[in-house]
């Protein structure tokens, strides 16, 4: 009796043990965009907190964490002197002139020089020189951002990759996860679309997503190849083509949900999470607070974002929204990265930072002015918060386009903003009840899912580890060759079989034809 009571004790407390002690996850996330960090700093505190060790190579040191937690940390890399080099761009404002393929190009360079940055780095040169790679970790995490000679550490310890992909579904990714997405319906994230195009759209949304395909193949993806033979040519591995190894990743965590994506066909190993970075709100600080409290006809709150900087922005622009806020009654927060902004009206009150959830939260915040970045629309559509969008590059233009179709948003030219334009906005959006009814109903279709984001990442992260990369899950037309992927070798087969019959009954009519003209002749 004794010894089957202390049996089950220590078996219990080995399966705890073995539970508790989770899994070695290497997580490499070298693209210095600081944006970028809210998605996956989510996923890696989640990861820390169900007991799994984690060590996640940044530019953006996480503080003190859990013991659980080593951080290998890269000096950040200044990717905007590359955008000055190469475009001439002043600040981000600058962007908005950048054609689509001109921003794919900005892309590919920045992402380019970061991951070389990365690779230069000592701390993580070690990483890679590593000679006991046995058993050390038991999944790589990475982004799915312009960084793919990472995919190398894959390989290098023998472990399934899943990839978290700020930008959500992006229509490459078909040729990652062996499915077809149609062109026809499936707008190019760059691009100003949404799921119902015209021709001229649908030309272009197949010319924008051609020319990706092909650019990714023949030049962005061997920039990697040539990086991986530059600095990991001494590794006893023999590293195929990139283009290959990115049809190695098990699962892609995407940064999109229904309703602000489109539908689209999708597969297994992929798995929509937007919104993961959004917590429940925490108390604002004091004078955001008395600010916010104090709004009793309401208030603005605008931001554009990390990357754009309303401190750079033109005098003239400057001015024009300064005259518009003076004249309303409503209260404006504006996240502007300077001390002092001069003739600032009594209603609108300036901070470098802000937090940004926990004001959307606020009851009193009517009007969200934005960029239309993925983060900030997810949170404004969270909490219920009517958008006045102001587009710059990348896919903010998609985003607007989404949320105007569906009538949460009005979405505004920066360029051509005028004093007219944009007081006329806000006060469709703080007084036509149309968009704050249809905000609110997106709203509860955004927060109704069988389990929350952040939880559907870790069972997502969790079975791959369990399944070991989960090869059951991975699509069978990986395999193929293209022309068999696209059916050709089958539609050759159909025309072959087709003009035969064709042939053959042609020439029966032709000899019958003859006969009876001979006939004819002979009577
Ligand atoms: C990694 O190994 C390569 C080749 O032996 C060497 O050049 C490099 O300095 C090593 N890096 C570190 C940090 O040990
Ligand atoms: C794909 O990943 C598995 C481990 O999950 C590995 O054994 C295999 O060599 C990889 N293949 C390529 C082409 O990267
Ligand atoms: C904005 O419109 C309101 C009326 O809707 C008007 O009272 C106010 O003067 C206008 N402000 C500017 C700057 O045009």
């Keep these: 009796m004794n010894f089957r009571k202390y049996f089950s004790i220590f078996f219990v407390l080995l399966l705890t043990a073995s539970y508790s002690n989770g899994a070695r996850i290497l997580a490499a996330f070298v693209f210095p965009g600081k944006s970028h960090t809210m998605m996956y700093n989510a996923i890696i ?153 015209d021709f001229v759209e649908r030309v272009t949304n197949s010319i924008a997503s051609l020319y990706e395909d092909l650019h990714r193949e023949y030049i962005y993806l061997p920039k990697h190849d040539a990086l991986v033979k530059k600095y990991l040519s001494h590794l006893p591995i023999k590293f195929p083509k990139m283009s290959e190894m990115e049809r190695n990743v098990s699962l892609i965590l995407l940064n999109s949900h229904a309703p602000i994506t489109t539908p689209r066909p999708t597969i297994t190993g992929m798995v929509p999470v937007g919104g993961l970075h959004i917590y429940p709100p925490k108390p604002l600080p004091a004078d955001i607070k008395k600010f ?148 609110k109903r997106i709203s509860e279709i955004f927060r109704d899912r069988p389990m929350n984001a952040r939880d559907t990442a870790m069972y997502w992260i969790e079975y791959i580890i369990r399944h070991k990369g989960a090869p059951h899950i991975r699509s069978a037309g990986l395999d193929l060759s293209w022309y068999q992927f696209y059916l050709l070798d089958v539609m050759a087969f159909g025309v072959l079989v087709v003009s035969s019959i064709i042939g053959v009954v042609y020439i029966l009519i032709r000899s019958l034809v003859r006969r009876k003209k001979i006939k004819v002749k002979k009577n």
């Excluded at 937690?69 to 001439?88: A, R, T």
């Excluded at 309401?298 to 806020?325: H, Q, R």
């Design 45 to 197: 505190k989640e990861l820390l907190q169900r007991g799994h060790e984690v060590t996640l190579i940044t530019n953006f040191p996480q503080g003190n964490l859990l013991s659980n937690y080593k951080e290998v940390q890269i000096p950040v890399y200044d990717f905007f002197k590359d955008i000055k080099e190469h475009f001439g761009a002043k600040s981000h404002f600058d962007l908005t002139k950048l054609t689509m393929t001109g921003f794919m190009k900005m892309l590919d360079i920045i992402g380019e020089k970061a991951t070389e940055h990365a690779l230069q780095q000592p701390n993580v040169q070690e990483i890679f020189n590593r000679t006991d790679t046995n058993d050390v970790y038991d999944l790589l995490l990475v982004s799915q951002f312009y960084q793919e000679a990472f995919l190398t550490l894959g390989l290098k310890y023998n472990v399934p990759i899943v990839t978290s992909s700020t930008l959500g579904y992006e229509n490459f990714m078909s040729h990652m996860m062996g499915i077809i997405q149609p062109w026809s319906f499936v707008p190019h994230g760059f691009l100003p679309y949404d799921d119902r195009m």
């Design 292 to 439: 916010l409290d104090d709004a009793t006809d309401g208030a603005i709150y605008f931001s554009l974002g990390t990357n754009i900087k309303s401190a750079d922005m033109p005098p003239e622009k400057m001015k024009l929204f300064l005259e518009v806020f003076s004249t309303m009654k409503q209260r404006i927060l504006w996240k502007f990265e300077a001390d002092k902004v001069p003739k600032l009206p009594k209603n609108v009150m300036v901070q470098k930072w802000m937090p940004q959830n926990d004001i959307l939260a606020h009851p009193n915040v009517k009007v969200f002015i934005t960029h239309g970045g993925l983060f900030g629309s997810q949170e404004g559509v969270y909490h219920g918060v009517p958008m006045l969008g102001m587009p710059f590059f990348c896919d903010q233009y998609l985003n607007l386009k989404k949320a105007t179709k569906a009538g949460y948003a009005i979405s505004l030219s920066f360029p051509d903003i005028t004093k007219e334009g944009l007081n006329h906005s806000l006060t469709e959006l703080l007084e036509n009840p149309f968009y704050r009814e249809n905000m």
